[in-house]
């Protein structure tokens, strides 16, 4: 009888303690549930979106607050987006034809003007600190970031034009060698990496403050941009070439561990062709087919178009997964550490090759869920949301600041006394 009495105390004691200590530490919501919190309460920035390219040639099908392409801000509110970098891309085929500091402006000029009809949803963030104001009165975040150097000039002459207009990083080149450097998709490589220019490029955006961005450039530029540099760096939108070898769009596990040792941070590209080797090889294919039905004229859009539906039909798009964009996540933190990895997905520049989970600005939670499942933890995760993309800005920013040139602030105030160009400003001596 005492025994029995003694063991229901023991229970009803036992059980109360169970209840105690679930109302302190209640169940882990699952991953899912988790993960939409978490992406919610942390900073997202990608690093490389080309929502201003696209919005450029298709004006119709391309708008702000709603979008057929893969960024817009309702989406980017549900995916948890904070700082979305803008890409200010403009194609070699524009510095040939001598257009590419015009289109630059022009598609700075588009984002000002969507901050200008949506002040309570959007603003520009020409700083990091920017970042932080934005984010706390409920707006997204809108980050310049330039892609091909070619409309700074021969000279790189509207630098100060467009690090007044706010750009925080740069890449030198893209798909074709120019004026400063050899471009990963360029086989000739005329420079062996950096073109003098290129180097004394390197050296001015570091005064500037602005980052300097690895992807699209060769294997050579890409070192000698990291001698040349007195700051960390950034890869805005590149996977690992390791998980497609020979693909030189990706970088090399010697240059994460370079990246990573120098205080840098490499932002994982979320195309299937970028993290997927099958998905790489299908593109191959499809090129050759192209050519094969084609020649060498550019055939005309609405027969390319039918002829793309058609091979798809045919040979299915292997896209990747989540999966297959966390193996790169991984291995750059193995390579490097978790200090060294974030996102640049590349939505609006990559068309339908994103992965089934990672189709558009809305699926953050996913990936989140996906790092959840793998074991990371909150602070990981958040670091690679946007914490190490944040370091590396703020340590460009701080650089270029002890050179004279603190960034030009758009909403932190204090910051700078340059402040920011009127509009249209100095716009004749640039073009
Ligand atoms: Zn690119």
């Given at each position: 009888m005492t025994r029995i009495r003694s063991?229901?105390?023991?229970?009803?004691?036992?059980?109360?303690?169970?209840?105690?200590?679930?109302?302190?530490?209640?169940?882990e919501p699952p991953p899912d549930e988790r993960a939409a919190e978490l992406a919610r309460r942390h900073l997202i920035a990608d690093t490389h979106i080309d929502f201003p390219i696209r919005r450029h040639f298709q004006p119709d099908a391309v708008g702000p607050m709603q979008s057929e392409g893969q960024f817009d801000h309702p989406r980017a509110v549900a995916g948890g987006l904070d700082v979305a970098f803008m890409s200010i891309f403009t194609p070699a085929s524009a510095a040939e034809a001598g257009t590419s500091t015009d289109l630059a402006n022009s598609l700075i000029d588009a984002m000002e003007e969507i901050v200008e009809d949506a002040p309570d949803r959007f603003g520009i963030a020409?700083?990091?600190?920017?970042?932080?104001?934005?984010?706390?009165?409920?707006?997204?975040?809108?980050?310049?970031?330039?892609?091909?150097?070619?409309?700074?000039?021969d000279d790189a002459e509207h630098l100060d034009h467009f690090a007044s207009r706010g750009i925080?990083?740069?890449?030198?080149?893209?798909?074709?060698?120019?004026?400063?450097?050899?471009?990963?998709?360029d086989t000739s490589e005329p420079w062996q990496g950096l073109s003098p220019l290129g180097v004394a490029t390197v050296r001015a955006l570091n005064e500037r403050g602005i980052m300097i961005d690895l992807s699209h450039l060769s294997d050579n530029a890409a070192w000698q941009a990291l001698e040349h540099t007195e700051v960390p760096v950034v890869a805005t939108h590149s996977s690992l070439r390791h998980f497609i070898p020979g693909f030189h769009r990706n970088i090399s596990d010697a240059m994460v561990e370079a990246v990573g040792a120098q205080g840098g941070v490499v932002q994982i590209n979320f195309?299937?062709?970028?993290?997927s080797e099958?998905?790489?090889?299908?593109a191959v294919a499809r090129r050759?087919?192209?050519?094969?039905?084609?020649?060498?004229?550019?055939p005309d859009p609405a027969a390319r178009l039918a002829f793309d539906a058609?091979?798809?039909?045919?040979?299915?798009?292997?896209?990747?997964?989540?999966?297959?964009?966390?193996?790169?996540?991984?291995?750059?933190v193995t390579l490097a550490g978790i200090d060294h990895v974030g996102l640049g997905s590349d939505f609006d520049g990559v068309g339908d090759?994103?992965?089934?989970?990672?189709?558009?600005?809305?699926?953050?939670?996913?990936l989140v869920a996906g790092l959840l499942r793998r074991g990371y933890a909150e602070d990981a995760i958040a670091k690679i949301l946007g914490g190490n993309l944040m370091r590396v800005w703020r340590a460009a920013e701080a650089y270029g600041a002890a050179s004279g040139n603190p960034p030009p602030c758009a909403q932190a105030p204090g910051l700078s006394d340059r402040g920011r160009p009127a509009p249209g400003a100095d716009r004749e001596n640039a073009v």
């Open positions: 063991r229901g105390v023991v229970t009803t004691r036992h059980l109360a303690a169970v209840l105690v200590l679930a109302a302190c530490t209640p169940a020409a700083c990091a600190d920017d970042v932080d104001v934005l984010r706390d009165s409920g707006r997204l975040a809108l980050a310049l970031g330039m892609e091909n150097g070619s409309p700074l000039g925080s990083y740069l890449g030198l080149t893209h798909s074709r060698t120019n004026a400063f450097s050899d471009s990963s998709y195309g299937s062709d970028f993290v099958t998905a790489q090889n299908w050759g087919a192209v050519a094969a039905a084609f020649g060498v004229t550019e058609e091979y798809r039909q045919a040979h299915p798009y292997p896209y990747a997964s989540v999966g297959t964009v966390l193996d790169h996540i991984d291995r750059v090759t994103l992965p089934e989970g990672l189709k558009d600005v809305a699926a953050f939670p996913n």
